[in-house]
């Protein structure tokens, strides 16, 4: 009763004020607690974006030092885990293994789950919930690097590696994907820094699908090991973060430069998709794309350019000049060409995903965590619907039915 269904999709509602993002999407503006990402791509790390995300300012520097420490030290994973990983089949998506992993380490961490501790567990200003709440976010950030080269490893038959001390964070992701057991393995430092830009870059983006998921999850009082293993089912999809790896695939499909035409007209006939362009909020180019074609040079540098990077280049400059994406404002969006990077860094195609998620990681337990100590308390999201099925009938017998 007085029920009506407004805004299918949600293009027009917003769930809620948030102090984390913020996106301008007329005017291709993204701040991260009012910090241009244009300046913190340029001067600051991911780990330090991460704490001004969660925490709402920038770090001194014995606060950033202490929060590195403690994610770095919660790096490393059970030896049980190995099991765990072991039992996935050797062509499973890492994007599959990496969500499930989420949930998995959530059983190792009985204090982070209110309802088995018979509470309401954060507190705003309660020093002991407080601690108990940073530990969980700690140990989520420190350990999604070491889930996600798991997933990569077992995929290959290969032995774990057990996260290094010294290195950053991506460097020690790095470290621990493709360590062949030389003494003096490093990660190349510009590869490193690159990887470490684009995860600053996605470290979050407002209230998008996933960080919806882990907010509704979120919202029952679960575990953040569990909400967050449901933000990583949901940016898993092709229209969020699978994008990444979408565009990969419609680029080897395209083959070359001269096949751009009539991949336009096909998708224009609604018969394919263009991955990696459009965006419920930007309505012009997203401001993370420049940011990412920019690391693409500094990365083909190292690497040598990507055979596909020709076909993206005229597939782009073909749909930014064509009148149906103009009229439509679609533009290029953060996925276009970060998985041309990954591509040439030597990931596999379907582990872009889980770079996308990695750093996700961080912006999902931000809005968790502001959730959690919203003034007030955490008021379940369970939203109506209105029923349009068939009125009450009664029930037929199976051997009766026609
Ligand atoms: N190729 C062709 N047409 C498109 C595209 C596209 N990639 N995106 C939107 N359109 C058209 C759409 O068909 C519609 O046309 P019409 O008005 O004639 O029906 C119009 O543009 C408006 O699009 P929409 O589907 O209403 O937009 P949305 O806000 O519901 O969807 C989106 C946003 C990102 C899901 C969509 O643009 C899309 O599917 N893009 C491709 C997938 C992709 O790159 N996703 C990554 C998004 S950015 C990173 C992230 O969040 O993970």
């Known amino acids: 009763k007085g029920l009506r269904v407004s805004d299918k999709g949600f293009l027009n509602t917003a769930v809620l004020r948030s102090e984390i993002t913020y996106?301008?999407?007329?005017?291709?503006v993204l701040r991260y607690r009012g910090y241009p990402i244009e300046q913190l791509a340029l001067h600051s790390s991911h780990l330090e974006s991460a704490y001004l995300l969660i925490y709402g300012s920038l770090p001194t520097?014995?606060?950033?030092?202490?929060?590195?420490?403690?994610?770095?030290?919660?790096?490393?994973?059970?030896?049980?885990?190995?099991q765990f990983f072991r039992s996935f089949r050797y062509d499973a998506h890492p994007m599959a293994i990496l969500t499930s992993a989420f949930a998995y380490l959530g059983s190792y961490y009985s204090e982070a789950n209110p309802s088995l501790q018979g509470q309401t567990l954060y507190t705003k200003g309660d020093k002991a919930s407080l601690a108990v709440m940073d530990k969980q976010i700690y140990r989520l950030i420190g350990k999604a690097t070491t889930l996600a080269a798991m997933a990569y490893r077992v995929r290959q038959g290969r032995e774990f590696v057990t996260p290094p001390t010294g290195l950053s964070y991506t460097g020690s992701f790095l470290y621990?994907?493709?360590?062949?057991?030389?003494?003096?393995?490093?990660?190349?430092?510009?590869?490193?820094?690159?990887?470490?830009?684009?995860?600053?870059?996605?470290?979050?983006?407002?209230?998008?699908?996933?960080?919806?998921?882990?907010?509704?999850?979120?919202?029952?009082?679960?575990?953040?090991?569990?909400?967050?293993?449901?933000?990583?089912?949901?940016?898993?999809?092709?229209?969020?973060?699978?994008?990444?790896?979408?565009?990969?695939?419609?680029?080897?499909?395209?083959?070359k430069p001269g096949n751009v035409p009539a991949f336009l007209e096909a998708v224009k006939k609604r018969e394919k998709v263009l991955s990696g362009f459009g965006h419920r909020?930007?309505?012009?180019?997203?401001?993370?794309?420049?940011?990412?074609?920019?690391?693409?040079?500094?990365?083909?540098?190292?690497?040598?350019?990507?055979?596909?990077?020709?076909?993206?280049?005229?597939?782009?400059?073909?749909?930014?000049?064509?009148?149906?994406?103009?009229?439509?404002?679609?533009?290029?969006?953060?996925?276009?060409?970060?998985?041309?990077?990954?591509?040439?860094?030597?990931?596999?195609?379907?582990?872009?995903?889980?770079?996308?998620?990695?750093?996700?990681?961080?912006?999902?337990?931000?809005?968790?965590?502001?959730?959690?100590?919203?003034?007030?308390?955490?008021?379940?999201?369970?939203?109506?619907?209105?029923?349009?099925?068939?009125?009450?009938?009664?029930?037929?017998?199976?051997?009766?039915?026609?």
Request: aromatic share 10%.
């Open 23 to 28: 996106i301008d999407g007329d005017a291709g």
């Open 61 to 82: 520097k014995s606060q950033f030092d202490m929060f590195r420490t403690e994610i770095l030290r919660h790096s490393v994973i059970h030896a049980d885990a190995e």
């Open 176 to 255: 621990q994907m493709d360590y062949l057991g030389q003494e003096n393995y490093f990660p190349n430092p510009v590869l490193e820094k690159a990887l470490d830009v684009l995860f600053l870059l996605h470290a979050d983006h407002e209230m998008n699908a996933s960080a919806a998921s882990v907010l509704q999850t979120g919202s029952s009082l679960v575990d953040p090991f569990s909400a967050v293993a449901a933000g990583c089912a949901s940016l898993y999809g092709p229209l969020h973060g699978g994008a990444n790896e979408a565009v990969i695939r419609m680029l080897i499909s395209i083959g």
């Open 281 to 402: 909020v930007y309505k012009t180019s997203d401001p993370r794309s420049f940011l990412v074609r920019k690391t693409a040079d500094e990365v083909f540098q190292i690497t040598g350019k990507d055979e596909l990077l020709e076909t993206a280049m005229a597939l782009h400059d073909a749909a930014m000049k064509d009148d149906y994406f103009i009229s439509r404002k679609l533009a290029p969006n953060v996925d276009f060409w970060s998985g041309l990077i990954y591509r040439a860094m030597g990931f596999p195609n379907d582990y872009f995903p889980v770079l996308f998620a990695v750093p996700r990681v961080v912006g999902w337990l931000a809005h968790w965590r502001q959730m959690m100590l919203q003034t007030g308390g955490v008021k379940i999201w369970r939203p109506r619907q209105i029923y349009v099925g068939s009125g009450k009938r009664d029930y037929v017998p199976l051997d009766e039915r026609v």
